[in-house]
């Protein structure tokens, strides 16, 4: 039976270099945490769910030819069915985040001109627009067309719920970052800068280190 440590996977990363499986789960792994404890939504990593896929229909043949009662059938079946829990866990927060936050997300990314630089992927594009349209539709039917006509205006601008950039998050700093700048809650200009050492974890406001968090220089945990 194949292992999926050992199993090379082309192309997978965003430098087009050759990773293996083990390595694919283990950054895909790491953007589901991120995602479920981020207050944004986060780029999404279709190439690695596509990958995991592809690779999970790899483990399923090779159980196929396994005999019943070999005991590695039972093993890997169970590492077959923690993968498949991730990755629908990750693409369940994902639908959630971008319903929540449907029309600020479809007004950030009308800004974008670099498609690299885009947070959803086409797929999940598509869906906040059908989304928005359905609510937008929903809105009309259930409480506009029974107003004055002057207060029918539908605004989605205002509807738009903005995720907290300002909550807290737990994270490990992966390679040292100094500098960063930590703005003063309180408003009376008492900013700081912060130096982050690999190794050390931290409870910090999510906007000052996002950029760190895109960059792959700390992990949230």
């Not at 981020?38 to 483990?59: A, I, R, Y």
């Not at 029309?103 to 594009?125: F, G, Q, V, W």
């Not at 719920?161 to 807290?168: Q, R």
Request: proline share 3%.
């Amino acid at each position: 039976m194949a292992d999926h440590d050992d199993d090379i996977i082309e192309g997978s990363d965003e430098e087009g270099e050759e990773m293996t499986a083990a390595e694919v789960l283990q950054k895909l792994e790491e953007a589901w945490r991120t995602e479920l404890v981020s207050p944004n939504l986060e780029p999404h990593h279709g190439d690695l769910v596509d990958c995991m896929l592809d690779q999970l229909k790899q483990m399923t043949k090779n159980l196929e030819k396994c005999k019943k009662h070999d005991f590695r059938v039972a093993v890997h079946k169970m590492e077959i069915d923690r993968i498949r829990f991730m990755i629908c866990s990750y693409l369940r927060t994902r639908l959630r985040k971008i319903e929540q936050y449907t029309h600020y997300l479809l007004e950030r990314e009308e800004k974008i001109t670099d498609e690299s630089m885009a947070t959803i992927s086409p797929e999940e594009l598509r869906y906040a627009k059908e989304y928005a349209a359905s609510l937008e539709s929903h809105f009309q039917t259930l409480v506009l067309q029974h107003v004055p006509d002057k207060i029918q205006a539908f605004d989605a601008t205002k509807m738009g719920v903005k995720p907290n950039l300002d909550a807290y998050v737990f994270l490990k700093v992966k390679q040292d970052s100094s500098g960063v700048l930590v703005e003063d809650e309180s408003g009376e200009g008492r900013d700081e800068e912060v130096d982050l050492e690999e190794g050390n974890q931290h409870l910090i406001r999510y906007k000052p280190i996002s950029h760190l968090l895109q960059n792959g220089n700390v992990a949230l945990i």
